[in-house]
């Protein structure tokens, strides 16, 4: 919860100047942060990066579900739906690369770099 000023009203200084005007009302704000599980960076390994054709993913005994990599754009490239621990990415150009793991106990992201 976060209150700004007291609860007293508007109080005006000059009423030709509107900067002048001092707001003095309580105003309630209830912040409710809702998220994903984000793993912890030391349960998964990436390697090597700088990559240029097979990156490899590992996890402390976890399943992974999901691999999704991001350009720096927001343009996902790919996507594979299956527990696998090697990435092909021959194909895609040089550049910085966000790589996003999902598991059944939350996600993981990392950037990489594409060489």
Not at 45 to 52: D, E
Not at 71 to 89: A, K, L, P, Q, W
């Amino acid at each position: 919860m976060i209150a700004f000023g007291t609860n007293t009203g508007w109080v005006e200084g000059n009423s030709t100047c509107l900067d002048d005007f001092q707001m003095t009302q309580t105003v309630t704000v209830n912040v409710e942060l809702v998220g994903i599980n984000e793993l912890n960076a030391n349960s998964i390994y990436i390697y090597p990066n700088p990559v240029k054709n097979q990156l490899f993913i590992e996890l402390d005994n976890q399943e992974i579900t999901e691999i999704t990599i991001i350009d720096y754009s927001g343009r996902v490239v790919e996507t594979i739906n299956s527990n696998v621990n090697t990435v092909n990415v021959s194909d895609l150009q040089q550049g910085i690369y966000i790589l996003k793991v999902a598991t059944k106990n939350g996600v993981f992201t990392h950037q990489f770099i594409k060489q």
